[in-house]
């Protein structure tokens, strides 16, 4: 099955510690995406990637890393200077609107719940 | 960043009921998406439209791209239990990322 894969699908964490979550697709999409959702609030875009060892910022990327050594894996680490790190978190990919002619579609993982204790 | 108003916010229906939510953005948009989530899952595409007046439909579940591309509908017919959840809609456009709705919550009423 092609699709996008997170783990673990719970993560509960010690303040003051990084976590790494996982974000596996098999999709061959060049593009991959972390979002933030918190209770009651939309989606926020934490970094995002167009192209393999290469990845921006997005809207709150502050308190978090992320790598993009491989087209297929996009792992995010949340490290202990993020403040309120309790979320829930989406991974995404997508084409790449550039390589469709000016589309493009956005696939979603089943998320990573993470809780500061 | 831009966020793209979503409404109702939420509603109840009885099943057996058609549905009604919208989408609008002060951009226009190459690609209009509809979303559903689950509690606890993550979102799940239900209809991508790529053309200014495009109507596609997914069994019960119809969506029309707006002819302005600022504005988007999702249409469900006769209700089930199972449609419960929220609807999230988004938008994307050549040279930018996607946007997304603060999505509407549907509570159906057996």
């Known amino acids: 099955d092609g699709g996008i894969t997170q783990s673990p699908k719970y993560l509960f964490r010690k303040e003051g510690q990084n976590v790494t979550l996982s974000c596996e697709q098999n999709?061959?999409?060049?593009?991959m995406y972390w979002y933030r959702q918190d209770p009651g609030q939309g989606l926020r875009l934490i970094y995002y990637?167009?192209?393999?060892?290469?990845?921006q910022k997005g809207d709150i990327a502050e308190g978090y890393s992320v790598s993009r050594e491989k087209k297929e894996s996009f792992p995010l680490t949340v490290t202990s200077a993020q403040k309120n790190p309790t979320a829930f978190y989406l991974c995404?990919?997508?084409?790449?609107?550039?390589?469709?002619?000016?589309?493009?579609?956005?696939?979603f993982g089943p998320g990573t719940r993470l809780t500061v204790l | 960043g831009q966020q793209l108003n979503q409404s109702p916010q939420s509603m109840f229906i009885q099943e057996g009921e058609d549905v009604s939510m919208n989408c609008t953005s002060s951009?226009?948009?190459?690609?209009w998406l509809w979303y559903k989530q689950d509690p606890g899952e993550g979102p799940v595409l239900l209809i991508a439209?790529?053309?200014?007046?495009e109507l596609t439909s997914n069994g019960r579940l119809t969506a029309q791209f707006g002819i302005t591309r600022k504005d988007s509908f999702l249409n469900i017919s006769a209700s089930i239990p199972s449609d419960v959840g929220i609807y999230f809609c988004?938008?994307?456009?050549?040279?930018?990322?996607?946007?997304f709705g603060p999505g509407t919550r549907l509570s159906v009423l057996p």
């Open positions: 439209l790529y053309k200014a007046g």
């Open positions: 990637s167009q192209i393999v060892n290469d990845f």
């Open positions: 951009s226009i948009f190459n690609t």
């Open positions: 995404a990919s997508s084409i790449r609107g550039d390589r469709t002619g000016g589309r493009d579609t956005q696939y």
């Open positions: 999709l061959n999409h060049d593009a």
């Open positions: 988004a938008g994307w456009k050549y040279g930018q990322n996607f946007v």
